[in-house]
């Protein structure tokens, strides 16, 4: 069975410093990879995605994920936050065709201070 | 940047009760889905909707639940008999043929009382 795990559920960082949120998943087959956020009252949107090729892919708002097959993971990373980047992200796993289900971590919710 | 569209944004309805929850999906995508989200817990997969019938559902997804394309713009999820366990913020979303890109609605509360 699949399953995406995100082992920090908070995190708080200082406006300008850098982030690493962190997810592992399982997957039987060649995983589509996915970070998404939402912001309260929003609905999902998609930072960035990854199904092959260059394992390091960019998205939207400057962030980036690394793909390491080795240690089942796809952390998302932004060198520098911003205090409109607080809100809570999640990853999801599943397969590259259409109408097949996403499975998604619990989220971490990003908090920023000044 | 075209968008999912839910209604309503917040239902509140007694338990025992039928609720229905629309999406207007993106008008060229052909593939439909559902997700809820059980408050403090993970995004959970429901059901996915192709060519006028489901293509892929969850063990969540019951003889309860129930969804339909009345025409050509609405996707609708509806919930009989709703339970206490059935609050939940409940997604909308769409994709084109041949990606699992989805784009998600805004989601529908639902506070089952």
């Known amino acids: 069975a699949q399953s995406v795990t995100q082992p920090d559920i908070h995190i708080t960082v200082s406006e300008g410093a850098s982030l690493e949120l962190r997810c592992n998943y399982s997957?039987?087959?060649?995983?589509?990879l996915f970070w998404y956020v939402q912001s309260p009252g929003q609905g999902l949107q998609l930072l960035l995605k990854?199904?092959?090729?260059?394992?390091l892919v960019q998205g939207i708002k400057g962030f980036e994920a690394e793909f390491k097959r080795s240690q089942s993971s796809f952390n998302l990373r932004k060198p520098s936050v911003h205090w409109s980047d607080a809100a809570e992200y999640f990853c999801?796993?599943?397969?590259?065709?259409?109408?097949?289900?996403?499975?998604f971590g619990g989220g971490t919710r990003l908090m920023v201070k000044p | 940047e075209p968008e999912v569209t839910q209604t309503p944004s917040h239902q509140v309805t007694q338990m025992g009760q039928e609720v229905i929850l629309r999406c207007v999906p993106i008008?060229?995508?052909?593939?439909f889905y559902w997700y809820r989200q059980i408050l403090g817990q993970k995004v959970e997969f429901l059901v996915s909707?192709?060519?006028?019938?489901?293509?892929?559902k969850s063990e969540i997804f019951d003889d309860q639940f129930s969804v339909e394309r009345p025409d050509g713009s609405n996707f609708t999820l509806k919930i009989r008999s709703t339970k206490l366990e059935d609050s939940a913020m409940y997604f909308c979303?769409?994709?084109?043929?041949?990606?699992?890109?989805?784009?998600f609605g805004a989601g529908s509360r639902l506070t089952v009382l």
């Open positions: 990854y199904f092959s090729g260059d394992t």
């Open positions: 997957y039987g087959a060649t995983p589509y």
């Open positions: 979303a769409s994709s084109e043929q041949g990606t699992n890109v989805l784009t």
């Open positions: 909707f192709y060519n006028n019938e489901i293509s892929e």
């Open positions: 008008s060229n995508h052909l593939y």
């Open positions: 999801a796993v599943g397969a590259r065709e259409a109408g097949n289900m996403l499975t």
